[in-house]
Structure formats: structure tokens, C-alpha cells
């Protein structure tokens, strides 16, 4: 095995910056008091923790109160779309949604935006699913895994059309747009007046940030039932000890992921066409998934029909090389992402298909290396 590793999955978790834990150490040691005391320590933690919800809002463009600490995207997500769904209506959900969305909806009456074969999930795909009593729409700024970024102000276009057309009708039933911005923190504008949306949902593990650690921002006037009851704690929307720590870590690690976000998008687009190129030139039948202009600069997903990518993977495992194959946030792998069927590839495809994500960790020096090590894993699986 290579004594170097090669971490090509920044989309399932990034590392710590290391700027990040200098920002939580005080908050892990010292600083450990309960936000919710009233003596001197808890309101100490209590001004760290309002500080970095609003290093956050000025990100985000938006008003600190608005702004709910997670768990994670996960629980962030189920709060906004259960928060709606609870009181009855319909969900409208891109058929390329990370696993949390599809769960968040599964118990209650749905329908699914179709994507095109590169997965874009359109405006017009949005307006055939939408019903008279669609409570919440759901598109995530960009998915986990192709890496493409949606036409959100299309879609809320298509959304506050569908409001006025209510409203003219009589209707009092809300309509919401909410958003799973994980992926697209690193590389996207994420001012929210301008995506159109009512909510958001971020995940820290995927900036460079602690894991276990999200937001749910949302407007003044969206109207959430809680997931659970408890102290009354984030508006009584999240009960439960806020974790002080993670929150400074999450806030500092979007700031500094965000300032340098044009930077760090040409590089990983340059880390991408080294990295891509020599993979196409040895491998003809290697088809690149996705859009070719609507794309995160770190993601490439490639399928080769009748491969078995799993163990590639394991091949390049021994090599050093960590890459992943179908939904990495997923723990069961024994089916097949719903984000591949929906784009069209066959069940041979499907399992013949790799995600490559890439992130801090690569270096442009390092792509020749990880390029014939994955065309050398590819080609010894093939002759098998």
C-alpha cells in the first residue's frame, strides 16, 4: 500500500481545518458552561454562541434569529420538511435528493421533480409536480452525487407563481421552497434573497468543519412544528443543550471556506481536468456523468457499463487512494443510489459507476499518480 494517502471523497467528509479547532479549543476546555446559565460562564458560552450564528447570517444575508443550530443536514432537513408536513399537504422533492430529503418525505404524501439525463432538475419539472395543497418544495443547491448545481431561481420563480395563482384563487395553504445547500457551501454564493428560497439547510462535515453540525436557516414567516419537545431551546424548534463548540467551528469553518471560494474553484477545476483527461484518453468507453457547465468544480462521477466499481474501489484502497462508489452518505450500499436511476443508467451502469471528489487534501502534483492508478484498477477489474 501506497505510505501516502490519496482522499478523493471530500463530498461524504472533509477534514478539520486546522484554523477551525484553534477557533473551538476555548469552547472545549474552558469555556464548557451550559449557554442557557445565567451566571458568568454560561453567558460567556451563551455570546460565543450568538457571535457565530451571526458570522453565519451575514454569510447567508439574513437576520441571526433566523438561523437554528443542528445536528448535522440530516436533522436540519427532516425539520423543514416535517415541520411542514406534519400539519397535512404534499411534498415536492428533485428526483436526485440526498437520502435525508427522501426520507424526510417518505411517510407523507409526495411526488418527485423528474431530472433530465444530466441531472438538472428544471422549472418545468417542478410545475408538473406541484399540487393544490403542496405544502413544501425541496431542491438541493447542488447534489451530492453528480455535483450539479440546480437552476434555483427558476425553480422559485416557478414556486412564487404558483403562490400568486393561490392567492388570486382564495387559497390559504402555504408553499415553501426549502434547499440542501451541504455540497454547494465550498464553491456557491449562499445569499439566500437571491436563490428565491424560504429555507436552508447546511451541513458543517462539508466545509471543512466539525461533524455533527448543521444549520436550518429560515424566513420569519415559515411556520414549523418541532421535532421534539425539550427545554425550548434554537425558538423551541431544536430542544436540547446547544453544542457551543461545534457552532464557533461551523461558523469560522463557512467564513473561511466562502472567502476563499473563487480561488479554490479554479484550482479544483484545473485538479479536475488533470485528473479527468488521461482517465478518458485510456479509457474510451469511460462516460463522464453530469452537466458540463452546471457543475461543482470538485466533483466528477464516471460509470463504464458492466464494471464492477466496488471492487475498484477496494483495488485502490490498497493503493492509498480513498474514492468512493454510488451514495457515499448512505450506510446500506446493497442498493443502488435513486439519483442514477433517475438520470437514465441501466442496474450494469449504476454498479459500474465512481464519485471522485476533490478538496484540500489534492494537490495538482498528485493527479498523474491517482489517474494510472485508476485507469491500472479499472483495467485489472475488466480482465477479470
Same mark, same amino acid.
Given at each position: ?52 450564528? /451571526? ?22 432537513? *427532516? ?122 439547510? =447546511? ?29 425550548? /431551546? ?45 482517465? =478518458? ?20 462521477? =464516471? ?11 477496494? *483495488? ?69
Amino acid at each position: 500500500m501506497s505510505s501516502k494517502v490519496h482522499y478523493l471523497d471530500h463530498a461524504a467528509a472533509t477534514p478539520l481545518d486546522e484554523r477551525v479547532i484553534a477557533a473551538m479549543r476555548p469552547y472545549l476546555t474552558d469555556v464548557f458552561y451550559n449557554p442557557s446559565a445565567s451566571y458568568g460562564g454560561g453567558r460567556q458560552a451563551r455570546q460565543a454562541l450568538e457571535e457565530a450564528r /451571526q458570522m453565519i447570517a451575514l454569510i447567508l444575508g439574513v437576520k441571526a434569529y433566523d438561523i437554528v443550530f443542528t445536528a448535522g443536514a440530516t436533522e436540519s432537513v *427532516h425539520l423543514a420538511l416535517e415541520g411542514v408536513l406534519k400539519g397535512g399537504g404534499h411534498a415536492v422533492v428533485g428526483a436526485t435528493e440526498h437520502a435525508a430529503v427522501r426520507a424526510a418525505v417518505e411517510p407523507y404524501e409526495h411526488s418527485v421533480a423528474r431530472a433530465d439525463k444530466r441531472g438538472v432538475v428544471t422549472a418545468a419539472a417542478v410545475r408538473v409536480a406541484l399540487r393544490d395543497d403542496t405544502g413544501v418544495v425541496s431542491v438541493g443547491l447542488a447534489d451530492s452525487e453528480f455535483g450539479v448545481i440546480q437552476p434555483m431561481r427558476e425553480i422559485a420563480a416557478v414556486v412564487d407563481e404558483e403562490r400568486r395563482r393561490r392567492h388570486e384563487a382564495g387559497s390559504v395553504v402555504p408553499l415553501y421552497f426549502h434547499s440542501d445547500g451541504s455540497q454547494a457551501a465550498i464553491a456557491l454564493d449562499l445569499k439566500v434573497s437571491r436563490l428565491g428560497l424560504d429555507m436552508l439547510s =447546511l451541513n458543517s462535515a462539508k466545509c471543512y468543519g466539525p461533524k455533527q453540525t448543521g444549520i436550518l436557516w429560515l424566513k420569519p414567516s415559515v411556520r414549523l412544528a418541532p421535532l421534539m419537545g425539550g427545554g425550548g /431551546q434554537e425558538r423551541g424548534l431544536r430542544s436540547g443543550t446547544e453544542n457551543v463548540a461545534s457552532a464557533i467551528g461551523f461558523a469560522h469553518a463557512l467564513q473561511l471556506v466562502q472567502k476563499r471560494r473563487h480561488n479554490e474553484t479554479k484550482r479544483l477545476g484545473e485538479l479536475r481536468k488533470a485528473l479527468v483527461e488521461p482517465l =478518458l484518453a485510456a479509457l474510451p468507453d469511460l462516460v463522464v456523468d453530469g452537466h458540463p457547465k452546471r457543475q461543482l468544480p470538485g466533483h466528477v462521477h =464516471l460509470h463504464l457499463d458492466g464494471l464492477d466499481a466496488e471492487r475498484v474501489v477496494f *483495488h485502490l484502497d490498497n493503493k492509498g487512494i480513498c474514492i468512493a462508489t454510488g451514495a457515499a452518505c448512505a450506510a446500506n450500499k446493497a442498493t443502488r443510489s435513486p439519483a442514477l436511476e433517475a438520470v437514465g443508467l441501466s442496474p450494469t451502469e449504476a454498479d459500474g459507476s465512481l464519485r471522485l471528489s476533490l478538496g484540500h487534501l489534492n494537490q495538482l502534483e498528485d493527479m498523474p499518480y491517482v489517474a494510472s492508478q485508476i485507469i491500472e484498477a479499472i483495467k485489472t477489474e475488466r480482465s477479470l
